[in-house]
């Protein structure tokens, strides 16, 4: 009778140690599936957002200048705004033309890449007047910029389509930001900073990370 007990008892731990290395199985080969699977996910996106950093490449060119030093795009349209001016009517009709044709190639870049969503950043910069410590270049710049996107929008009738999001940006002078993109000569910084964020591309890549 013992022995009989002893033979169920082996016979049972022996189907246990199966079904449990026959589990152990399936979640070895589940485990490898999706892992698989996310790095493919992973290869795919990363292609994605190489893609659309070799887009940007249809930004450069007479109007557009890529500084890799700040990872961003300068507008290369000087400007010369007069002293305290921020209105377009305030700088002669060539800059106006060169600006209404910088504005059309940001508008046929996203038709042509209109498959992702864009953040587009008009930053204004002001050049550095004196050592008074003062917020009215920064109030300028942002004016600027503004004034810069009624002019594409309002004068240009330009549509930057709805997988656009739009906002204004004023750097000022830099004092409060010594990072922040300078030339030595303050003329040149009368200018614009142009950001274009691929949105959808971006919080991908976060969550491949």
Aim: positive net charge.
């Amino acid at each position: 009778m013992k022995k009989q007990k002893n033979t169920y008892f082996w016979t049972s731990y022996s189907d246990l140690m199966t079904s449990l290395f026959f589990i152990m199985l399936v979640l070895f080969a589940l485990t490898t599936i999706m892992l698989k699977n996310k790095n493919d996910a992973t290869e795919r996106e990363l292609e994605n957002i190489r893609k659309v950093e070799a887009s940007t490449e249809d930004l450069r060119g007479e109007y557009f200048e890529y500084r890799k030093d700040y990872e961003k795009f300068i507008l290369k349209v000087n400007c010369n705004f007069p002293v305290a001016q921020y209105t377009l009517t305030s700088v002669n009709s060539e800059t106006r033309a060169k600006l209404a044709a910088a504005g059309k190639q940001i508008e046929d870049f996203f038709k042509k890449h209109s498959t992702n969503q864009y953040l587009l950043i008009i930053e204004g910069q002001a050049s550095y007047d004196n050592d008074k410590l003062t917020w009215s270049n920064y109030e300028l710049s942002f004016k600027r910029a503004a004034a810069l996107a009624v002019f594409w929008q309002a004068t240009c009738k330009l549509n930057f389509g709805s997988k656009c999001e739009l906002q204004i940006a004023g750097s000022g002078d830099g004092r409060f930001n010594p990072n922040s993109m300078r030339e030595s000569n303050e003329v040149s910084n009368q200018r614009f900073l142009i950001y274009i964020i691929p949105k959808n591309i971006l919080n991908k890549q976060q969550d491949i990370e």
